[in-house]
């Protein structure tokens, strides 16, 4: 087996899931990868993983510190502004998404950006995934993280178009069908580690997140093993176990950090032996809701045979 990021057969993609404010993290691994010198040939992101996709594409030198001062200074206000738009279905305006893309300093266009990008949106009429890789990149980007029914949904090219997350929560299809060659996956979401079995669970609340968390992990897990069949798939681990609320950007540093310090150890473990899913091997802490994460203290990777 070959060590490390440097042995993945070219191009890369690099794969960016959702995870809403648990996005933070996403910075940490950013900031292990760039300190071992890699960078991607293509970047694709699903909801918050495109807009982190497309500031790392716009400025792949630079991303981690960019996107740490912005993360470290977000309030809910800023992302989600209150204003019932009862006639555009959507409980939020997109102004704060789009006050943030302006201050990001990106192209107006998707193929102006130093890395190829993608975004993936869902098509609300049809349920299909959408692959946003040319045109305009601002409704590209508000209709990849349009979460259905918080915000409002993105006409474009005479589609509907909401969150990538409901359809490609971490979409590694897409990156097949770009043409990688190898995949690196920075998400947040429950596919770092296979899950432990729940505890009893008596509220409905509690019950229906266990459920929406392994409905959630079906997909992912499906989609993570059709592309590891035919190539190297790296899951980068964050060591985040559990998430905030969705409105509560004030762990954004501890995210930042742990998630650097966690991915930088299985980086540092990393060997590669041809196609195949190298993640960690464990978890060390239960879910706790849909979107919410395992972790392990574990630096090694493991193949996973029989994909």
Do not use: C, K
């Not at 740490?68 to 992302?79: A, M, P, Y």
């Not at 990001?104 to 993608?118: D, S």
């Not at 590209?140 to 990538?164: K, Y």
């Amino acid at each position: 087996m070959a060590s490390g990021l440097h042995a993945l057969p070219r191009p890369v993609a690099v794969v960016v899931g959702a995870g809403g404010v648990v996005g933070a993290a996403h910075v940490g691994v950013g900031y292990a990868l760039e300190e071992r010198g890699f960078r991607p040939d293509m970047i694709i992101g699903t909801s918050v993983g495109a807009l982190n996709g497309a500031i790392a594409a716009a400025h792949p030198d630079r991303a981690a510190p960019w996107l740490d001062h912005v993360w470290t200074q977000l309030r809910r206000r800023e992302v989600y502004p209150l204003g019932h738009m009862t006639s555009r279905g959507s409980v939020f305006t997109d102004r704060g998404l789009r006050r943030l893309i302006a201050r990001a300093e990106l192209p107006a266009r998707i193929e102006e950006l130093t890395v190829p990008f993608t975004a993936v949106a869902m098509d609300l009429d049809t349920g299909a995934a959408v692959y946003l890789d040319h045109g305009d990149l601002e409704s590209a980007l508000l209709a990849s993280a349009a979460i259905p029914g918080m915000l409002p949904p993105v006409d474009r090219a005479g589609r509907t178009l909401v969150d990538g997350g409901v359809i490609a929560y971490v979409p590694v299809l897409a990156a097949l069908r770009a043409g990688a060659a190898s995949v690196v996956v920075v998400s947040s979401g429950p596919e770092s580690s296979p899950p432990r079995p729940a505890g009893p669970r008596r509220s409905a609340g509690a019950i229906a997140g266990r459920a929406g968390m392994l409905l959630l992990r079906h997909q992912i897990e499906r989609d993570l093993h059709e592309v590891a069949r035919r190539i190297p798939t790296v899951v980068l681990p964050t060591g985040i176990d559990a998430w905030p609320a969705p409105w509560d950007f004030g762990h954004s540093q501890r995210l930042i950090s742990t998630a650097s310090r966690t991915a930088g150890r299985f980086l540092d473990g990393l060997r590669i032996g041809g196609p195949g899913l190298y993640r960690v091997d464990g978890p060390s802490a239960t879910p706790t809701g849909p979107g919410a994460t395992s972790t392990s203290s574990s630096a090694s990777s493991v193949l996973e045979a029989g994909l």
